[in-house]
């Protein structure tokens, strides 16, 4: 099993920047891909970001490209997601996933753990 926590979110406002955090315990060598996710009130959850664990493979959609930044520290076993230049469509709860398959997935159902989330919200 892993268990994923994340931390990190709060209020901003518009234009500013938060860092996200997913702290990864328990089989974390049975990783290969690891993801940030978010769900807005009333909308199915979306794909933000990913990165293999080795730090390859990172994704992003066109939403969020130029924005967010995705990385990793293995030392630590901790995932990032930084958020610049934030928007009020981007608050969320944003959840921290990891996969165990190969590849860049971008899909729900390709991860295998999630986290609780973080609650982002974003003021205009």
């Known amino acids: 099993q892993v268990q994923l926590v994340e931390s990190g979110g709060g209020l901003v406002q518009a234009g500013g920047s938060l860092r996200l955090s997913c702290a990864a315990s328990?089989?974390?060598?049975?990783?290969?891909?690891m993801g940030w996710f978010r769900r807005a009130p009333g909308k199915e959850r979306e794909f933000v970001a990913g990165i293999s664990w080795t730090g390859g493979s990172i994704y992003y959609p066109d939403s969020v490209n130029g924005r967010f930044t995705i990385s990793r520290d293995i030392s630590k076993n901790t995932l990032y997601l930084q958020m610049n230049s934030l928007k009020p469509e981007d608050t969320a709860l944003y959840y921290c996933?990891?996969?165990?398959?190969?590849?860049?997935?971008?899909?729900?159902?390709?991860?295998?753990?999630w986290g609780q989330g973080t609650q982002v919200t974003v003021s205009s």
């Open positions: 328990g089989r974390i060598l049975s990783l290969y891909y």
């Open positions: 996933a990891a996969a165990r398959g190969r590849g860049i997935q971008t899909t729900i159902g390709s991860y295998d753990y």
